[in-house]
Structures are given as C-alpha cells and as structure tokens.
C-alpha cells in the first residue's frame, strides 16, 4: 500500500570527502506513525534527516516525502514539513513571539491562525513570550523551536535529536508533546542517541556506521534478540568484569545499569555453569537476576555482529 | 576505612541576586565514583567549576584534596584532572602531539610524559594510528584518549562532564570500564551524565535541583527512599515535585 506511506526512501548514498555517512539506506514510514532513528553521533542521522527534509541532496538514491520528490520538488514539500534541527538555530537576540512571528511571516501565515495547533505547546512558554530566546532554558527553547516547526501546520515532522543534552525531566516532558502530536494525526520522524526513547516509539531504525542494523516496533526488535542473556548482581563491579572476561562461552560482557550482562550463544552456557565457574574464580556476594533484553542490548548484539562479519 | 577526598559544607555561589549554588553539602571518599546529577541549569556546572578551582565561591567551605577553594586554587588544579564533552583535545594535533602538550601543562617531564604516553597508546591499542590528526579518529576513540589523558599525570580527582554524550552503547561501556579501572587504582571520579543507567553506576549520587543538592545516597538507598526500580523515576521524583 505505497499511499499509506509518508516516506520512502530508498538506497540512499552520501559521502563526504573521505566518509560515508549513508551506505545505502531504505525505510518506509507510515502516515501517522512516531518513527524513532536511534544511533550514536556519526551514526548518519543528521544526513539522512537534512536529506529526507530537502536541505541537503544525495550522491544517489531516492527520497519521497508525502508523495512528493524532495530533491526536484523542494519548494512543495517544503510548505507541508516542520523541520527542528539538532543545534537550536533560532534567533537568539528575538524574543519567544518575534521568533514565532518571524518563522509564521517566511510561511506567509500569523500565529493567530495557528494559535490552535500549537496552543499545547505555546502556552507552557507563552507567560515569557517577550523573553529573548537566549535567555530560556534548555527545555524552553525546545519547546519554542517545536513552536516554530509547527507554526504553518505541517503534515509531517523532522526532529533531528530534539532530547541530546537535555535533562531527563525535559525529555520526558518533550515526549509527552510528541505523544499529544501524534494522537492529532501528525507523523513524526525523531532522531535520538538515548536508546530508552526507543520505547516511546511506534517503529524504530537502529542506526549505526551509515547503515540500517533493524527496523521493527521496539517489542518485535528485543523478541527477536538472537542470544541468551543473563544479569549479574555485584557490589565488586571491576572484578566481577575482569572474571567474567576470561570465561570462553561469554562473547559479551558489559555494564548495564545496577547489573553486569552476560550474553552467549543459546545453549552454550546454564545458570549452573555459570554459578560453578565464579565459585571457582572465587567470587562471592553475587546473585544472578533474570532479565529480558532491552533495546539497548539488542542494538549492542546487533553492532557486535556487523563488526564480526 | 576511606578517608573523604572532598568535603563540602553549605557552600554557595551567588551572581547578583541569583543563587546559582545554594548552600551544597557533600562528601566524596578517596576512590569513590562520585555521579553529580541534576536538571540543565540546576548548577551542577558552576558547583564543579568552584571544586575544580576555577570559579571562587560566595560563601561556605569546601576542601578539595586537602586545598582549600578560597585559598589554594592552583593547588587544587594540580591535583585534579578534567574531561568534557565539548572541551578535550586538540583535533589538529596528532595522539602523540596531544599527549606531550598535556603532559607538558601538568608539568610532566620528557621522559615521564614520554613513558605515560607510550603505555597509554598500547593499552588503547593506538600503535598505528598515534602520527594520525585526532579529527580523523572517531568519537568514540577520542573520548577515551581524553579521559586517559586526564589521569596521565595521577591525579587525585578526575572531574569528568558529561563524558559520554553522543557515544555508542558499545562504546559508553568501554568509557565506564576506564572509569572502574581508574577507581580500583585509587583515582576518586566526580562525573556527572544525563544517561540514568550510568547513574546506577556509580558508588554514590547527588542530585541538585535549583541550586540545591536534594538526593544524595547510594543508587540502591534512593530507589528504597522513592520506591521506584530505577535511578529514571528517581530523577523524576526528585527534579519534579
């Protein structure tokens, strides 16, 4: 069903001097869908977001966004997108309202005919309107910048890592806009490092190294996780580490929040071998916690593999 | 057992009528990693710029290995090391280059910095790129050359600001792994992140909100105080009342 699509794009090259910051990327993404691409920084985000958003053009591949062209038909697309770039780019020495204003008169509309779409967002900064955007906190000035992305009622959304750097209370807040946006039809493409914010989206790509490692819904993603993966509880995170390193049926080993994670290959290594080799290692004061994969595990599975084939 | 390598008592920094830092308390064990967290613009960055010697505070008291902030700032810069996102090394310099500038700044000799630096490239695995320009080494490579540079003189403390922004998960672990590793040898790390999993591993937390440190335990006592399972819902219960 090519029209329920928003986006297509397909084999999409980009190289820079000496790098490739796209080897080749395909996705679809549906109309109405909160589409999360989750990667590192140099992971090719920022590209494919420049590209997918008219502003930058591909070495080769192609690129449909709500049925049209971007790179020959820019100036459509253009009146139909809201893009909020990773750096805050709005004018600092402008308030909250001349902002708003400026960005609503180069779409040739006013923010009194859009008052109502962004009146969510609008009205949680709107008490410091006359505020000079340089001067508003981190979760402000996204909170505007989304104003100005969405003051000419776009269909569509480019958020290119809208949450980096920002405390984990303000992410949580810009997410529940998102949400909010989503329920009234909007599609939204957002790029984030956090590998937690996978979860709050309706389908995500892992991205890393100019290329796709998964596309799926988060729940399909961590089902899918190829390996067997056991939690370690320990005060003696450093020994635990370096103990479990020289275990051979261990191909991972890493830090994960309170626990240590173990991963092998399905059925190469039980619970008991597992007790048996630290008790001879000589490890005490451990217990073993049963955990399902998240997100993040899978997307480390995923970057072991790619570096081992 | 340990003794406290920062102390820490009602200490405040005011720019005009603004409290930037409210009257802090703290108390960081020799070896401990210390996570410094809070909301952007709860103060976290100017608590850290008076503790690592650059910022004089308003009021209050603070030691920092043994030096006091009012009076022995320059002391208390030789003993520490600091690492941040935005400002490491020079990306126009080669690993060996910024190696030997950095070695020189904290007052390494020619062959200290020397001996450091060759252990330091072969335990990172840097032997055949150390003539390369740090531009062309990849973020993550850069991150960990930093925090390896930041302790190439031993000291102390190392101060480290949001380390591993924009880092793989791969990556991140390696990052933290350096961060055990200089903990288990006696450095004591004061880091602060907006990644909560990293929160959970560090020995103890504090959090500020506006300018004061409201949380401050272990990870494991916080989430019992909040009834919460991770260090995410403690942030939140803490940042929003």
């Given at each position: 069903?090519?029209?329920?699509?928003?986006?297509?794009?397909?084999?999409?090259?980009?190289?820079?001097?000496?790098?490739?910051?796209?080897?080749?990327?395909?996705?679809n993404?549906k109309?109405?869908?909160?589409?999360?691409?989750?990667?590192?920084?140099?992971?090719g985000?920022?590209?494919?977001f420049?590209?997918?958003?008219?502003l930058?053009?591909?070495?080769?591949?192609?690129?449909?966004?709500?049925g049209?062209?971007v790179?020959?038909?820019y100036?459509?697309?253009?009146?139909?997108?809201?893009?909020?770039?990773?750096?805050?780019?709005?004018?600092?020495?402008?308030?909250?309202?001349?902002?708003?204003n400026?960005f609503?008169?180069?779409?040739?509309?006013?923010?009194?005919?859009?008052?109502?779409?962004i009146?969510y967002?609008?009205?949680?900064?709107?008490?410091?309107?006359?505020?000079?955007?340089?001067?508003?906190?981190?979760?402000?000035?996204?909170?505007?910048?989304?104003?100005?992305?969405?003051?000419?009622?776009?269909?569509?959304?480019?958020?290119?890592?809208?949450?980096?750097?920002?405390?984990?209370?303000s992410?949580?807040e810009?997410w529940?806009?998102?949400?909010?946006?989503?329920?009234?039809?909007?599609t939204i493409?957002?790029?984030t490092?956090?590998?937690?914010?996978?979860?709050?989206?309706?389908?995500?790509?892992?991205?890393?190294?100019?290329?796709?490692?998964?596309?799926?819904?988060?729940?399909?993603?961590?089902?899918?996780?190829?390996?067997?993966l056991?939690?370690?509880?320990?005060?003696?995170?450093?020994?635990?580490?370096?103990?479990?390193?020289?275990?051979?049926q261990?191909?991972?080993?890493y830090?994960?929040?309170?626990?240590?994670?173990?991963?092998?290959?399905?059925g190469?290594?039980?619970?008991?071998e597992?007790?048996?080799?630290?008790?001879?290692?000589?490890?005490?004061?451990?217990?073993?916690?049963?955990?399902?994969?998240?997100?993040?595990?899978?997307?480390?599975?995923?970057?072991?593999?790619?570096?081992?084939? | 057992?340990?003794?406290?390598?920062?102390e820490?008592?009602?200490?405040?920094k005011?720019?005009?009528?603004?409290?930037?830092?409210?009257?802090?308390?703290?108390?960081?064990?020799?070896?401990?990693?210390?996570?410094?967290?809070?909301?952007?613009?709860?103060?976290?960055?100017?608590?850290?710029k008076?503790?690592?010697?650059l910022l004089?505070?308003?009021?209050?008291?603070?030691?920092v290995?043994?030096?006091?902030?009012?009076?022995?700032?320059?002391?208390?810069?030789?003993?520490?090391?600091?690492?941040?996102?935005?400002f490491s090394?020079?990306?126009d310099?080669?690993?060996?280059?910024n190696i030997?500038?950095?070695?020189?700044?904290?007052?390494?000799?020619?062959?200290?910095?020397k001996?450091?630096?060759?252990?330091?490239?072969?335990?990172?695995?840097?032997?055949?790129?150390?003539?390369?320009l740090l531009?062309?080494?990849?973020?993550?490579?850069?991150?960990?050359?930093?925090?390896?540079?930041?302790?190439?003189?031993?000291?102390?403390?190392?101060?480290?600001?949001?380390?591993?922004?924009?880092?793989?998960?791969?990556t991140?672990?390696?990052?933290?792994e350096?961060?055990?590793?200089a903990?288990?040898?006696g450095?004591?790390?004061?880091?602060?992140?907006?990644?909560m999993?990293e929160?959970?591993?560090c020995?103890?937390?504090?959090?500020?909100?506006?300018g004061?440190?409201?949380?401050?335990?272990?990870?494991?006592?916080?989430?019992?105080?909040?009834?919460?399972?991770?260090?995410?819902?403690?942030f939140?219960?803490?940042a929003?009342?």
């Amino acid at each position: 069903m090519e029209n329920q699509n928003a986006v297509i794009v397909k084999n999409l090259v980009k190289t820079y001097a000496h790098v490739e910051a796209l080897k080749e990327i395909s996705l679809n993404v549906k109309k109405g869908e909160l589409f999360g691409v989750i990667g590192p920084d140099g992971a090719g985000k920022t590209s494919l977001f420049r590209i997918m958003s008219s502003l930058l053009l591909p070495d080769s591949g192609e690129v449909n966004v709500l049925g049209i062209d971007v790179t020959r038909d820019y100036a459509s697309i253009r009146k139909k997108m809201g893009y909020m770039p990773g750096r805050f780019s709005l004018y600092q020495d402008l308030s909250i309202e001349e902002n708003i204003n400026l960005f609503a008169s180069i779409y040739d509309t006013t923010l009194e005919e859009n008052y109502e779409n962004i009146r969510y967002i609008y009205s949680q900064i709107e008490p410091f309107r006359k505020r000079r955007a340089g001067a508003l906190s981190g979760g402000m000035k996204q909170k505007l910048a989304l104003c100005c992305a969405l003051v000419h009622s776009p269909e569509i959304l480019f958020l290119d890592e809208p949450t980096t750097g920002v405390d984990a209370v303000s992410r949580s807040e810009f997410w529940e806009i998102l949400q909010m946006l989503k329920k009234r039809g909007m599609t939204i493409l957002v790029s984030t490092p956090y590998m937690d914010e996978a979860s709050l989206c309706d389908r995500v790509a892992l991205m890393q190294d100019g290329r796709i490692l998964s596309v799926d819904t988060p729940a399909k993603i961590t089902t899918a996780y190829a390996y067997s993966l056991v939690a370690i509880k320990t005060n003696e995170k450093y020994n635990m580490l370096s103990s479990l390193r020289m275990l051979e049926q261990a191909t991972l080993v890493y830090p994960f929040g309170e626990n240590i994670h173990v991963v092998s290959d399905k059925g190469k290594l039980t619970s008991e071998e597992l007790t048996k080799y630290l008790s001879a290692q000589g490890m005490e004061n451990w217990e073993i916690v049963e955990v399902a994969p998240d997100i993040e595990d899978c997307f480390i599975a995923l970057m072991n593999q790619h570096v081992a084939a | 057992m340990s003794s406290s390598i920062i102390e820490v008592e009602n200490l405040t920094k005011r720019f005009g009528t603004f409290k930037a830092v409210d009257s802090i308390s703290l108390e960081v064990k020799q070896g401990e990693i210390f996570g410094f967290l809070g909301a952007n613009g709860a103060g976290k960055t100017t608590a850290m710029k008076m503790l690592s010697g650059l910022l004089s505070p308003t009021s209050g008291k603070a030691m920092v290995a043994g030096f006091d902030v009012f009076k022995q700032q320059n002391q208390i810069k030789k003993s520490i090391g600091y690492m941040s996102q935005r400002f490491s090394l020079y990306d126009d310099l080669t690993i060996k280059e910024n190696i030997r500038f950095y070695g020189g700044i904290y007052g390494l000799k020619r062959k200290q910095w020397k001996e450091k630096g060759e252990r330091l490239i072969k335990r990172l695995g840097l032997d055949e790129v150390e003539g390369k320009l740090l531009k062309d080494l990849p973020l993550g490579w850069k991150q960990k050359l930093a925090f390896s540079i930041a302790i190439l003189h031993d000291p102390k403390i190392v101060f480290l600001d949001e380390p591993t922004g924009g880092v793989d998960p791969i990556t991140r672990r390696q990052f933290w792994e350096m961060i055990y590793e200089a903990a288990h040898d006696g450095i004591t790390v004061f880091v602060t992140t907006h990644y909560m999993d990293e929160a959970e591993y560090c020995d103890r937390i504090s959090m500020m909100v506006d300018g004061r440190v409201e949380a401050y335990d272990t990870p494991e006592g916080l989430k019992k105080k909040y009834g919460v399972k991770t260090m995410n819902e403690v942030f939140i219960k803490v940042a929003r009342p």
